[in-house]
């Protein structure tokens, strides 16, 4: 290798960790100004669905929550006193709610994969 490659692959690696910082930045900068946002929609679907939770357990109903990738249903503990001589196919088929501990008023449904 000579002198003239060595300067331009020293340059081509600075100009990497430049682009790099230059992204970084940028992407402080966006996160920033607009993460309190997004956060601030958490909080109120968290509260949104603590209050779906006790309207569950208050009646016994399990759920379906479309509102994540996972679409995780909810089974209340009071499902298994009120509910639990139901069918599970037709729980799900009113509500669209599944859980592999039928009997257990499980709570949140977790896929094997998480």
């Known amino acids: ?3 003239d490659e060595f300067d331009l ?3 081509t690696e600075e100009d990497e960790e430049e682009d790099t910082s230059e992204l ?3 992407f402080r ?5 607009h993460s309190d946002k997004i956060e601030a929609q958490l909080e109120i679907a ?13 009646y016994g109903l399990p759920f379906s929550a479309n509102v994540s990738p996972l679409s ?8 298994v006193d009120k509910f639990s001589d139901l069918d599970s196919d037709t729980v799900y ?6 859980t592999s501990y039928y009997h257990d008023g499980a709570g949140w449904e977790h896929s094997a994969v998480c």
């Not at 968290?46 to 208050?58: G, Q, V």
């Not at 995780?72 to 499902?79: A, I």
């Not at 088929?93 to 599944?98: F, H, L, R, S, V």
Request: net charge negative; aromatic share 12%.
């Open 46 to 58: 968290r509260k949104a669905i603590a209050k779906a939770e006790k309207l569950s357990e208050k």
């Open 72 to 79: 995780q249903s909810y089974f209340p503990e009071s499902f």
């Open 24 to 26: 970084e930045a940028e």
């Open 93 to 98: 088929d009113i509500t669209g709610a599944y």
């Open 9 to 11: 692959e020293e340059e």
């Open 29 to 33: 900068k966006v996160f920033d100004r």
């Open 1 to 3: 290798m000579n002198e």
